[in-house]
């Protein structure tokens, strides 16, 4: 079914009082460990070092993010060790959306922890997930694209949403959308189902997804949050019947102990791998256009990047 979403253009005025957007800053960087120690001298995780301007890529994500989405709605997951490197880019957040991990376990946890809080306050949430490690040019108009997501979501719940940029080369280290039928238009732009989705393929995959009709996966994407939290139910158990011990300490005096506990034990799940890449029934994307987006996990392109800044 076609759907045409008559919603006017122009500025940031929609607002939705359950719009929150996750940020997720408690990964390791292992691939620029050598590039961070040789450039800066330093241990510092990527999400917190400074390669523009004044901000960490954190500080940029948090401004970036709170174009659209208040502060007070803006949660940031981060692991222990991590909290020193984060205090400074942290300093205006409410404690309450710190969520702390006792460790890296990869993205499927760090999405269902500040996921389970938020439901706690907010039942009705729609959730945006963003990374913390991307350069974004054009930031007022991918947050545009954002403000249309949450808009298409809030009226048709069912969908988990992804965010599909437009690539002039497929590379094999990112996640690629091989997509189908229209079924909306939003702000002038299109909203089309998802027909196949492909974490990091092989060199096989990669040529056959490249003939096809493809987007390349930001990794950001919005779904309404129990919707969300259903998909974590059927697609990975394990890890959902984990967190359910955790959801019930929320709050209480046990929270932290019972947090390590679960994690001590907790095997990492890849939220692209087990989710996305599951059963692509239920998944629509917004093709993004006219805004330059690129991954900062690679040394090549950071360097790139930084070039290009300098002409």
Request: net charge neutral; proline share 4%; aromatic share 8%.
């Amino acid at each position: 079914m076609y759907i045409r979403c008559t919603i006017p253009e122009g500025g940031m005025a929609h607002q939705n009082d359950h719009v929150w957007g996750i940020i997720l800053a408690a990964g390791d960087g292992v691939r620029l460990k050598p590039y961070i120690q040789s450039r800066f001298n330093s241990d510092c995780p990527k999400q917190f070092c400074v390669f523009t301007g004044t901000r960490s890529m954190l500080a940029h994500t948090i401004a970036r993010v709170t174009r659209y989405i208040p502060i007070e709605r803006t949660v940031v997951t981060i692991t222990e060790a991590h909290g020193v490197y984060a205090r400074k880019d942290l300093e205006h957040v409410d404690n309450r959306n710190i969520i702390t991990q006792p460790s890296n376990k990869e993205t499927s946890a760090s999405i269902l922890l500040p996921l389970l809080h938020i439901m706690r306050r907010d039942p009705d949430a729609i959730v945006v997930i963003f990374p913390s490690d991307h350069y974004i040019r054009e930031e007022e108009r991918f947050m545009e694209y954002v403000r249309a997501g949450t808009e298409f979501v809030e009226h048709h719940s069912k969908y988990l949403l992804l965010l599909g940029i437009e690539s002039e080369s497929l590379l094999q280290d990112y996640g690629w959308i091989e997509t189908s039928m229209k079924i909306a238009d939003i702000r002038g732009s299109e909203i089309l189902r998802v027909k196949r989705f492909m974490e990091k393929p092989d060199a096989k995959k990669a040529f056959t997804v490249q003939r096809n009709r493809t987007l390349c996966n930001t990794m950001v994407f919005i779904s309404l949050a129990s919707s969300m939290l259903r998909k974590f139910r059927l697609m990975t158990p394990a890890v959902f019947h984990a967190f359910k011990k955790i959801d019930e300490a929320i709050s209480s005096p046990h929270e932290e102990e019972i947090v390590h506990e679960v994690y001590s034990v907790l095997t990492p799940v890849d939220f692209s791998k087990a989710i996305l890449g599951h059963d692509p029934r239920g998944l629509a994307v917004i093709r993004i256009q006219d805004v330059y987006w690129n991954d900062w996990g690679d040394e090549t392109r950071i360097r790139t990047d930084l070039e290009r800044m300098k002409k």
